[in-house]
């Protein structure tokens, strides 16, 4: 059962245009939200998370928006960089713990 | 800093035989997980570690899957006997429990087995 969910495997947005990947999850106890960036061949490395008592945080031209009542976060960038090329994944946690859950990836594509 | 430090980087084995996968965390870090990506389940948790006791093994596949942590600066993922659908990328990450909820990833090694 997958408890988080990135419907979208991929996504192609030109150059500095905005780039939005979207995340749902089903587990009401998740109090954490973090999105993580990955390029071929490194492994996963951090980028923006978000606690469940905000419904929004910024990082630069890195936004995250959280939905609680629709179980869903999304993942704005802007403006889009060829250097944002890469899959990025959505991930969850509660209680306080470190234990991450990750979604399936998007693979977002910006290009010229 | 190093950063998390995983061996092999590629590994091509058949079917059948033993695999073992190797993680050196970041010095200091108390929480240790293994993952396993794959396309259809995406990164998904196989065991994690803190303080070199395992916490949470729910994740692991089956007794062919087996992890240790001996000390707080190695780990090994084991697969014995190995079969194709074992083939990923296997991940291994590290953090400071109770400082913050950042994992640090190693570059993971990609295993093909025939």
């Known amino acids: 059962d997958q408890q988080v969910k990135q419907n979208s495997p991929s996504l192609s947005v030109q150059e500095g245009r905005i780039s939005i990947l979207n995340c749902d999850y089903t587990n009401s106890m998740f109090d954490y939200f973090l999105w993580y960036k990955k390029y071929p061949a490194e492994g996963p490395t951090f980028l923006i998370s978000?606690?469940?008592i905000k419904d929004k945080n910024e990082d630069g031209r890195f936004t995250v928006f959280l939905n609680k009542s629709a179980k869903h976060l999304s993942l704005h960038i802007v403006p889009s960089q060829p250097g944002d090329s890469a899959v990025y994944f959505c991930a969850a946690k509660w209680g306080g713990g470190n234990k991450l859950t990750f979604g399936t990836g998007t693979q977002l594509k910006v290009e010229l | 800093d190093a950063g998390v430090i995983q061996s092999p980087r590629h590994e091509v084995t058949e079917m059948g035989q033993e695999v073992t996968l190797r993680c050196k965390p970041i010095s200091g870090h108390n929480s240790l997980f293994w993952y396993r990506q794959t396309m259809m389940r995406g990164l998904e948790l196989l065991i994690y570690f803190n303080n070199n006791v395992p916490i949470d093994d729910s994740g692991m596949p089956e007794d062919r899957f087996s992890a240790k942590m001996p000390n707080a600066s190695f780990s090994t993922l084991k697969i014995q006997p190995s079969e194709p659908r074992d083939s990923a990328v296997y991940f291994c990450a590290s953090s400071f429990e109770g400082f913050g909820e950042t994992q640090y990833f190693g570059p993971g090694t990609r295993l093909l087995v025939l």
């Open positions: 978000i606690s469940s």
